[in-house]
């Protein structure tokens, strides 16, 4: 029996890996002052330039059940096993709209919150669809994720708090002390939760994190498997990242841009370091 693989929107993938892995993505949706669009219908550039001069942060939606529904119908059509991995259920729900319509259609679908999202997400999504294209059994693509997920660390740099506050997600970053001008704040995310890793005034934060990770990268004994870099509208920074870290992993490091929903809670100037682990 085949696997099919799922996931959303919010995965940070290249165009090719998606076609070459036969890897399904369903699209969360967003609203800019009234009108609701599709994630990925816009560049990430003209999406920021928008939401900054909309009078009112863009609301970000979860596909509805019933989508998940018809498409667990459709992929199993030829009797496919499902696989449906979904970026972190703090952030959106995502996975239970999912899990709701894995139980509805009454196919053989596991959905899985993927504890992550952009390239952390990315890391499980695309060991699970090249096992299965490989005719791995179901059981082994679950192991492997599961591994995965118990082997990654994402790290996100926010260069304003603007959109944290706005979004209601500042709530959710246990320890943080808002209200400093300048602020800059690096966040870890461990156990599905959002947690403040390091923070001050100005970019020079971000560098002082970069050589404290570098350093840390240094000492450890656990070998990379790979290393991802997303950003919003911030290129050059994570260039820079990227030729920090390069010399700790093989594989050359992937650097994308974010997407449009993860984008709306972190603003233009964000980065992300995702480590994936043997």
């Known amino acids: 029996m085949s696997i099919k693989v799922v996931t959303d929107s919010t995965i940070s993938i290249s165009p090719n890996l998606i076609k070459e892995l036969a890897i399904t993505i369903v699209p969360l949706s967003f609203m800019i002052d009234g009108v609701i669009y599709t994630d990925g ?11 900054e001069n909309s009078s009112k942060l863009p609301k970000t939606s979860q596909p509805p059940v019933g989508v998940f529904d018809a498409l667990y119908n459709e992929l199993s059509e030829d009797g496919s096993s499902i696989i449906s991995i979904h970026l972190s259920q703090t952030l959106s729900g995502t996975v239970e709209a999912a899990r709701q319509g894995a139980m509805i259609s009454g196919k053989d679908v596991t959905v899985i919150d993927s504890t992550f999202t952009d390239q952390g ?31 990654t660390e994402l790290y996100c740099g926010v260069a304003t708090l603007d959109n ?28 599905s939760n959002l947690l403040p890793f390091k923070k001050g005034r100005g970019s020079k934060t971000f560098k002082k994190f970069i050589e404290e990770l570098s350093n840390n990268l240094a000492e450890s004994t656990r070998k990379i498997k790979e290393i991802g870099i997303s950003h919003a509208e911030a290129l050059p920074l994570a260039q820079s990242i990227c030729a920090a870290l390069q010399k700790f992993v093989e594989k050359p490091i992937t650097i994308l841009e974010t997407n449009t929903v993860i ?16």
């Not at 984008?263 to 043997?278: C, D, L, Q, W």
Request: charged fraction near 25%.
């Open 263 to 278: 984008a709306t809670h972190t603003g233009r100037g964000a980065f992300a370091v995702m480590i994936n682990y043997e």
């Open 121 to 151: 997400l990315a890391f499980q999504v695309v060991e699970a669809a090249r096992l299965a294209k490989l005719g791995a059994t179901k059981e082994e693509v679950l192991e492997a994720i599961n591994h995965i997920q118990e082997n």
């Open 164 to 191: 944290l506050i706005k979004g209601g997600r500042i709530g959710r970053v246990t320890g943080l002390i808002g209200g400093l001008l300048d602020m800059h704040l690096v966040l870890q995310m461990k156990d």
């Open 41 to 51: 219908e816009m560049s990430l550039l003209e999406y920021l330039d928008r939401s």
